[in-house]
């Protein structure tokens, strides 16, 4: 088992999971495998994979954070019991339990042990990034873009780890205000990161999606047909700017791309096989054997 696969003679190439989902999408009866958000969120058929415990499951079906809590367990701990050691071995795949994913990866980060000699307000705010991705908070906005929280069991590991890193003495201690609960005074101090108080960017931001979501309303209004122009003149003609439209989807398109870079971090990932079939067949019943390696 190694990163090369000597694939069969009568399959197609593509470069990463975009150039797969390209693939997929155009060409009939494709089958291939792609992270799971990526393929629910171009609609993609999801084919049903059979674990090492021989169940069928597709990644909805699936717990997806079970490979973590399995990889903790048992007398043979996949995950090194030093966070400093080694991790080239750590490997996820086709794990035992019912309910287990067979290909499931982390995303992660690595930062020094020792950040002693660092400034102190970046260690502080190193830390407290840490923390709030740990946080409920923070692994709950996974989901907003189709990661799956790591479970209670990595976790904890993760906390541990970070109690056992150096920080310089002089670091500042950085407090969250949460957006659902307000600390009337302290949010706006120093050191203190709020979910609550927003800026002026965000606002604008918030205002882009309100009236994108207000135009695909319209659009799919009963008796609105898809791409038919309003007549000249009238009041509807008036009121769609084209080049507003582009601009605001544009905009949306940022905001998603920046966010997805943010909160990778830390989170149990999905590799699942999609498949494209015509309108005359489903993918009921369709499984694929366990695979070992990704």
Excluded at 147 to 154: A, N
Excluded at 163 to 189: D, L, Q, W
Excluded at 197 to 203: G, K, T
């Amino acid at each position: 088992v190694g990163s090369v696969v000597n694939w069969p003679s009568d399959t197609f190439d593509a470069q990463g999971s975009g150039g797969i989902a390209a693939f997929l999408e155009t060409e009939d009866y494709a089958i291939g495998y792609l992270d799971a958000g990526h393929g629910h969120s171009l609609g993609l058929q999801e084919i049903a994979l059979e674990n090492k415990n021989g169940k069928s499951l597709t990644s909805k079906t699936a717990d997806i954070g079970a490979a973590g809590a399995v990889a903790l367990s048992g007398s043979t701990s996949v995950i090194p019991s030093d966070p400093s050691a080694d991790w080239s071995g750590v490997n996820l795949y086709d794990l035992e339990g019912d309910t287990t994913w067979p290909i499931t990866v982390f995303s992660y980060f690595y930062v020094q042990k020792d950040v002693s000699a660092m400034d102190a307000n970046t260690a502080g705010a190193l830390k407290a990034f840490i923390e709030f991705m740990l946080s409920a908070e923070g692994q709950g906005m996974a989901a907003d873009f189709l990661f799956t929280p790591v479970p209670k069991e990595i976790l904890d590991y993760n906390a541990k780890t970070l109690r056992a890193m150096s920080f310089p003495a002089s670091m500042p201690a950085f407090g969250f205000e949460s957006a659902a609960s307000t600390m009337k005074g302290r949010g706006a101090e120093p050191y203190i990161i709020s979910g609550k108080r927003r800026s002026y960017a965000e606002v604008q931001r918030e205002s882009m999606m309100k009236k994108i979501a207000a135009l695909e309303a319209k659009l799919a209004a009963p008796g609105t047909a898809a791409g038919a122009a309003p007549a000249p003149g009238s009041s509807e003609d008036s009121e769609i700017d084209p080049l507003g439209v582009i601009a605001l989807v544009f905009a949306a398109l940022a905001i998603l791309v920046s966010g997805a870079a943010l909160y990778f971090t830390m989170r149990a990932s999905k590799s699942v096989c999609f498949a494209r079939f015509d309108d005359n067949h489903g993918a009921e019943g369709c499984t694929i054997g366990s695979p070992t390696q990704a």
